[in-house]
């Protein structure tokens, strides 16, 4: 079994700042992409960034410039630094990524951190 654990989510004011981090656990061969995702209140769940095995980034253009998404491979752990935070950047954060197993890469979910931003 593959698990994907998120921390670092709570609540903060508006400009601040917050890490995310998504440990993967159990039998974890290699993980090729990791993304992370936001799913605001009766929203559908969004697409904010990615992550290659090699270090090659995507964003998605809303946060763009203000969140860094990073891995530590020997870890199994992406982390998602967000900066100059807004209300409504608001929403349970979720990471997502596509681990080896049995041959092949399957994709998993973590079950969600919160964040809330205060203006």
């Known amino acids: 079994q593959v698990q994907l654990v998120e921390s670092g989510g709570g609540l903060v004011q508006a400009g601040g700042s917050l890490r995310l981090s998504c440990a993967a656990s159990?039998?974890?061969?290699?993980?090729?992409?990791m993304r992370w995702y936001r799913q605001a209140p009766g929203k559908q769940r969004d697409f904010l960034a990615s992550?290659?095995?090699?270090?090659?980034?995507n964003y998605t253009n809303s946060v763009e410039g203000r969140f860094t998404i990073s891995r530590d491979n020997a870890k199994n752990t992406v982390y998602l630094q967000m900066n100059s935070l807004k209300p409504e950047d608001t929403a349970v954060y979720y990471c997502?990524?596509?681990?080896?197993?049995?041959?092949?890469?399957?994709?998993?979910w973590g079950q969600g951190t919160q964040v809330t931003i205060s203006s």
């Open positions: 992550i290659t095995s090699g270090g090659s980034t």
């Open positions: 159990g039998t974890v061969f290699s993980i090729n992409v």
């Open positions: 997502n990524a596509d681990v080896l197993r049995s041959g092949r890469y399957r994709n998993y």
